[in-house]
């Protein structure tokens, strides 16, 4: 006898048997059990997830010698011939081969007909959105006023090709992606009765390979089987050319913390082994979406469809950064997806596009991380606090008060000479340190950190009155005191932490002295240059716009 396949042996006989569609299977139970079962109905859905099965088990529970009934005995002569396919009152129609309207004809001249043995006759049309159009509109009338004896089935995997017109008419029954942990726990009943020596991790895998399709799992598994007596999941792997977690994790994690070398080695790696690179990149978009949302709920369960092995690990690995971080990793995957899959050497594109993500580490807020992914230069860092603290001069050294004798008389009874009058001190911080030295500090530290933002506070004026500091702009150094403005808070901590105590830090911009057009001439006449550039061409001045320079001549 020749061998016959998991997904055929395994197959549903009624609906208690169904996988993941529990609300339909309660659907089409009710309505055999009041008698209310539709003259038509639509069961759209992904491959694999039980459309097909379900209209058999449908016309079990209606055509059953001990029905109707919603538990089909599945031994009677009516089960048994539509299990096998010879049922004269259950015709499947493939609709991608009967797509003409006289298909169609036809199947209207036979409705007219009573069933030859049994109640009901029911048609089942797979794959229905092959249908033409001319074959659709003949179908409307029997559709809505069908015979009473005849039931009519639509599957189909794409209902939006389906008609609105035979919508209408139709039940529609919408059959999801079957559940990764219901298929794992199918798979192991069916790997237990079969003696298959499988691990669980392997069974995720192949749950996970099948996306959401149970005939597809049972496929796989068949495949697996024949691989070796005793399956683990990097046999598995292997065999089916499948990403693990523990791969995905380790690069991503290399992404996030910036480690450039182990991105290069794991690339270089999956190349070696043979990994489709196209493919990993899908996984790897497919796991940062899981972490990201695993990083916003805290813990996945109930919310994602994974495994217990990869929850776990998308906990872990989702400790180490924002979810800020996550969002824009998966934001920039998204984009070099189509870029690796239609590129010519898809290897240096995926290496460009991890390595470039892995510096974003480098930064402090997502704003910065836009800025150089957009090609822009960043903000400037934000500035770390000095290692140790700032102690004055006088500080590390006070010299020991002197002990005056008691009852010693004075060797020169010389006048004492006039007090001058004490100039008035700066204002000091706690460290001990003048406003000025502080700031002085403080710059030399930026300077360090960013020498781009010691430019820009360069180009300004600072005062240190009054207690605190101000940074002043002209009106047209714009770009500089908003570039300042932004690194405020991290200038503000430098300098209270150089000081001891909280000091005041601005920034303000000053509005440039309007000067009419008239008073620019006249401005502009009394320039030596001008005035003989004007005699040497026999010119004269058509306008004249005040200089952006600070202090600049109006020419």
């Known amino acids: 006898m020749s061998y016959l396949v998991l997904a055929r042996k395994w197959r549903p006989n009624t609906f208690e048997e169904l996988t993941g569609q529990e609300a339909i299977a309660r659907i089409l139970r009710n309505a055999v059990s009041v008698g209310k079962v539709a003259h038509a109905y639509i069961f759209s859905g992904p491959r694999g997830v039980g459309k097909t099965t379900t209209a058999r088990i449908l016309a079990k529970a209606l055509n059953c010698e001990n029905g109707p009934t919603p538990d089909p005995c599945g031994t009677c002569r009516s089960c048994s011939?539509?299990?096998?396919?010879?049922?004269?009152?259950?015709?499947?129609?493939?609709?991608?081969?009967?797509?003409?309207?006289?298909?169609?004809?036809?199947?209207?001249?036979?409705?007219?007909?009573?069933?030859?043995?049994?109640?009901?006759?029911?048609?089942?049309?797979?794959?229905?959105?092959?249908?033409?159009?001319?074959?659709?509109?003949?179908?409307?009338?029997?559709?809505?006023?069908?015979?009473?004896?005849?039931?009519?089935?639509?599957?189909?995997?794409?209902?939006?090709?389906?008609?609105?017109?035979?919508?209408?008419?139709?039940?529609?029954?919408?059959f999801r992606r079957i559940a990764l942990k219901a298929i794992v726990q199918r798979l192991r009943q069916i790997a237990t009765a079969e003696g298959i020596d499988i691990t669980d991790g392997a069974l995720e895998m192949v749950a996970r390979a099948a996306e959401g399709g149970?005939?597809?799992?049972?496929?796989?598994?068949?495949?697996?089987?024949?691989?070796?007596?005793s399956i683990t999941a990097d046999e598995v792997k292997d065999l089916l050319g499948l990403t693990d977690t523990e791969n995905l994790a380790a690069m991503l994690g290399a992404v996030i913390e910036g480690r450039s070398r182990d991105i290069v080695a794991g690339i270089a790696e999956l190349t070696d082994t043979g990994m489709d690179l196209k493919v990993y990149m899908r996984d790897l978009l497919t796991f940062t979406r899981n972490?990201?949302?695993?990083?916003?709920?805290?813990?996945?369960?109930?919310?994602?469809d994974v495994g217990e092995s990869e929850r776990a690990v998308l906990v872990s690995l989702a400790k180490l950064t924002s979810e800020e971080h996550i969002a824009l990793l998966l934001s920039d995957l998204i984009k070099a997806e189509p870029a690796v899959r239609s590129a010519l050497y898809p290897r240096v594109v995926f290496e460009m596009a991890l390595l470039r993500l892995s510096l974003m580490?480098?930064?402090?807020?997502?704003?910065?991380?836009?800025?150089?992914?957009?090609?822009?230069?960043?903000?400037?860092?934000?500035?770390?606090?000095?290692?140790?603290?700032?102690?004055?001069?006088?500080?590390?050294?006070?010299?020991?008060?002197?002990?005056?004798?008691?009852?010693?008389a004075p060797r020169s009874a010389k006048p004492s000479p006039a007090p001058t009058p004490a100039a008035v001190p700066k204002p000091a911080t706690a460290s001990g340190m003048p406003l000025e030295a502080v700031w002085q500090a403080a710059l030399q530290r930026i300077d360090k950190e960013s020498h781009l933002l010691f430019f820009r506070i360069q180009e300004g004026e600072v005062s240190c009155e009054g207690g605190e500091?101000?940074?002043?702009?002209?009106?047209?150094?714009?770009?500089?005191?908003?570039?300042?403005?932004?690194?405020?808070?991290?200038?503000?901590?430098?300098?209270?932490?150089?000081?001891?105590?909280?000091?005041?830090?601005?920034?303000?911009?000053?509005?440039?002295?309007?000067?009419?057009?008239?008073?620019?001439?006249?401005?502009?006449?009394?320039?030596?240059?001008?005035?003989?550039?004007?005699?040497?061409?026999?010119?004269r001045i058509m306008d004249v716009k005040p200089a952006n320079s600070q202090g600049g001549d109006h020419v």
């Open 81 to 174: 011939a539509i299990t096998d396919g010879s049922s004269m009152d259950v015709a499947e129609i493939d609709g991608a081969s009967n797509t003409g309207v006289d298909n169609i004809r036809d199947l209207r001249e036979r409705v007219k007909y009573a069933a030859a043995s049994s109640q009901y006759k029911i048609y089942i049309i797979d794959e229905a959105h092959m249908l033409s159009t001319a074959a659709f509109n003949a179908l409307l009338k029997t559709l809505e006023e069908p015979p009473p004896h005849v039931i009519f089935v639509l599957a189909t995997t794409e209902p939006k090709k389906i008609p609105a017109t035979v919508l209408s008419r139709c039940q529609h029954l919408p």
């Open 214 to 229: 149970m005939r597809d799992a049972l496929t796989l598994l068949d495949q697996v089987t024949s691989f070796a007596d």
């Open 291 to 304: 972490l990201l949302i695993t990083r916003i709920v805290g813990e996945p369960e109930g919310v994602l």
């Open 361 to 408: 580490h480098r930064f402090t807020s997502i704003d910065d991380a836009f800025r150089v992914l957009g090609g822009e230069s960043p903000a400037p860092r934000k500035l770390a606090p000095p290692a140790t603290p700032y102690t004055s001069p006088a500080a590390r050294k006070t010299p020991p008060p002197v002990e005056k004798k008691t009852g010693e």
């Open 469 to 539: 500091i101000t940074i002043l702009f002209n009106g047209g150094q714009s770009v500089h005191a908003d570039s300042v403005t932004e690194s405020l808070p991290s200038i503000r901590a430098l300098v209270n932490e150089i000081a001891g105590r909280p000091v005041r830090v601005t920034v303000d911009t000053r509005e440039s002295k309007t000067v009419s057009k008239t008073e620019l001439k006249e401005q502009a006449l009394r320039n030596p240059l001008i005035r003989e550039a004007l005699e040497l061409f026999d010119g």
